[in-house]
């Protein structure tokens, strides 16, 4: 199944779930909040504009699928997402980035959506071009080889491709930035594409005339061909649009700006993020390198353990803006097993693909995966809970003699028992309180 067109919310929930065990709750939510946006866009106008996105929060013990959900909402969608931690920026007015970069961010991708639907459509066209640019620069050539339609065969076939002719090229003005990009400083930004503009042209646009052969001359002028059918073409306005209309930003570790009430240092300044975030969130106009876009309609899905704390120690008028609260479950032993064996390369085929790469078969019954599944159940209860994190410290643990003795020590098939696996996880257990595997 390929994701790339509209999924209903039955075909985006089966998607998720080749990926993601149970959680079924936020896949749910996630996949009604994607349909609406489709929904609404068969809606007429004055009603659609009317209609405004459910902002939603996943909230869930660490290591349960929270990103993982995310990760892979972002392989699904067709429309602009984009997927940012909350504790990389900082308040407006302090060094750092501020949240108005993650809107450019999500124009930028949108705009680059367009731009590659735009170079797909005009792909004919520009090939057409081409081709009458080589035929108008052999015929210069003073060579002759028949009619139009006859020259075009010979090309067609690749009859001509060695052969040398005359061409005149648009010399790219510069290929260096002026300014070093300053990711989400959209002023620079800017500052920087009408310095280009302006140098493009001072000094660029200036024709170079070469000799090349008929192949290379394909590839240069199909640039330069499509760049022309582009230059100043609507696809940026697309782009616009549709990061107005259907982008998506997932905000993750939302958890991680809640200050406490009076705090000072950094409490101040990630309080000021969630201030920031509330235009966003509510719908306000940000001004990108490309032009201003609303934000009214974008869906924003948020994320965060809240360990310790609670959507409701958030600022009130941020919480008012994520009116939808979703809980994914802490994982069960059995959620553990369908973990390590069920998804799509899932942690164990990971690492029996790493030992296959030194030749190393390794074949693990199904007792020792039950028994890997309640170990890390097991030390989740004992020591913290870290989810399915905990999977990978166990196995690793489990793995140590073959992934250090591959290839010099060990090669061929290997069996891994129940048994050997209670043996050797045993040992884990009851070492549980030193340092080390145990994270
Ligand atoms: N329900 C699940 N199904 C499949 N894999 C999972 C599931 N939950 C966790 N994992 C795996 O465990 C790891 C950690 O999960 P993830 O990053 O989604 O945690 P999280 O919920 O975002 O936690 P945190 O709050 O600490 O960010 C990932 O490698 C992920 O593949
Ligand atoms: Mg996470």
Same mark, same amino acid.
């Given at each position: ?27 749910? @939510? ?20 009317? $209609? ?13 699928? =929270?990103? !993982? /959900? ?22 407006? #007015?302090?060094?750092?980035? +501020?949240? !108005? #970069?993650? /809107? ?14 735009? *170079? ?39 009859? %001509?491709?060695?052969?040398?002719? !005359? ?37 660029? =646009? ?8 008929? &192949? ?26 549709? @990061?107005?209309?259907?982008? /998506?930003?997932?905000?993750?570790? /939302? ?8 705090? &000072? ?9 969630? *201030?920031?975030? %509330?235009?966003?969130? !509510? ?26 704390? &609670?959507?409701? +120690?958030?600022?009130?008028? %941020? ?38 790469? +030194? ?9 020792? =995966? ?12 004992? =020591?913290? +809970? ?9 196995? &690793? ?16 098939? $290997? ?25």
């Amino acid at each position: 199944m390929q994701a790339t067109k509209v999924m209903t919310p039955a075909e985006t929930v089966k998607w998720l779930d080749r990926h993601v065990v149970g959680q079924d709750q936020a896949k749910r @939510a996630v996949s009604i909040a994607l349909r609406n946006r489709y929904r609404r866009r068969l809606i007429e106008e004055p009603m659609q504009s009317e $209609i405004y996105p459910s902002n939603l929060i996943m909230m869930g013990p660490t290591g349960v699928g =929270k990103t !993982e /959900i995310a990760r892979r909402m972002a392989n699904l969608v067709g429309a602009p997402f984009v997927k940012v931690e909350a504790t990389k920026y900082t308040e407006t #007015g302090y060094v750092g980035r +501020d949240v !108005e #970069g993650i /809107i450019r961010d999500l124009v930028r991708s949108a705009v680059n959506l367009a731009t590659k639907k735009a *170079r797909q459509e005009k792909r004919e066209e520009a090939e057409a071009r081409v081709n009458k640019r080589i035929i108008a620069s052999i015929s210069l050539n003073g060579v002759n080889y028949g009619s139009e339609e006859e020259l075009q065969e010979l090309l067609d076939i690749g009859r %001509l491709d060695s052969l040398e002719i !005359e061409l005149s090229l648009t010399e790219k003005a510069i290929g260096v930035e002026i300014f070093p990009m300053i990711p989400g400083q959209g002023f620079d930004n800017q500052m920087n594409d009408q310095m280009k503009k302006m140098l493009d042209k001072v000094i660029g =646009k200036r024709k170079k005339k070469i000799r090349i052969t008929v &192949s290379d001359a394909r590839k240069k002028l199909f640039e330069e061909e499509l760049g022309r059918i582009l230059e100043g073409g609507d696809h940026v306005q697309e782009g616009l649009k549709l @990061a107005q209309e259907e982008g /998506i930003v997932f905000i993750d570790e /939302i958890d991680k700006i809640i200050g406490s009430e009076g705090g &000072s240092g950094p409490d101040v300044s990630r309080m000021g993020v969630q *201030r920031d975030l %509330l235009p966003l969130v !509510e719908g306000s106009t940000v001004s990108t390198r490309y032009g201003p876009v609303k934000t009214d309609h974008m869906l924003f899905i948020a994320a965060g353990a809240f360990h310790g704390s &609670s959507p409701a +120690d958030l600022i009130p008028e %941020l919480q008012g803006r994520f009116p939808l609260r979703v809980s994914l479950d802490p994982l069960s032993e059995l959620d553990l097993l369908r973990i390590l064996t069920e998804p799509e390369s899932c942690i164990l085929s990971q690492y029996i693909q790493l030992l296959a790469a +030194d030749n190393v078969e390794l074949i693990v019954e199904d007792q020792a =995966k039950k028994k890997i599944a309640a170990t890390a159940r097991y030390l989740n209860d004992e =020591k913290e +809970d870290i989810g399915a994190r905990r999977l990978r410290s166990v196995l &690793s643990y489990l793995l140590d003699e073959y992934l250090f003795g591959a290839p010099d020590l060990i090669s061929g098939r $290997i069996r891994l028992t129940g048994r050997k696996a209670k043996d050797r996880l045993g040992m884990l257990v009851e070492r549980r309180d030193e340092e080390g595997y145990i994270l």
